[in-house]
């Protein structure tokens, strides 16, 4: 059982999308330089997007497990973890934050499709 309401996830994999569709928003599949400088660079490119602040707002209430288990859920979506290594993937998510988990997600190239993977494989499905 996720640690997070699955229609809030939805909610993200909405917002996610609209705010990747947008002209002007490029996120590279590989960052140019080792450090996340060129994440901080589109978000603060798009810092007063509407789209962006509802993603953040949205990220921003959420309590420190449900932080890490939408980070693991992602992970699992893109298959860095599968299923039954829930807990590892929390674990290292929860070990290994470094810039506000919003941004994070929303610079991670395909995080709608990652999240959305991830929501199926625990029996859920993402409903606009």
Known sequence: MLPINPETICFLINKARQFQAKEGV???DEPLSPAEDWALQILADQKDDPVYQEFKAVI???EPDQLSA???LMWIGRGDFDKSEWEEANQVAVQERT???ADYLITTPCV????EEGLSQFG???EE
């Open 70 to 72: 939408v980070v693991a």
């Open 26 to 28: 490029v996120i590279p």
């Open 124 to 126: 859920y499905h993402y």
């Open 60 to 62: 921003n209430d959420l």
């Open 99 to 101: 810039i506000p988990t």
């Open 112 to 115: 709608a499709e990652y999240l």
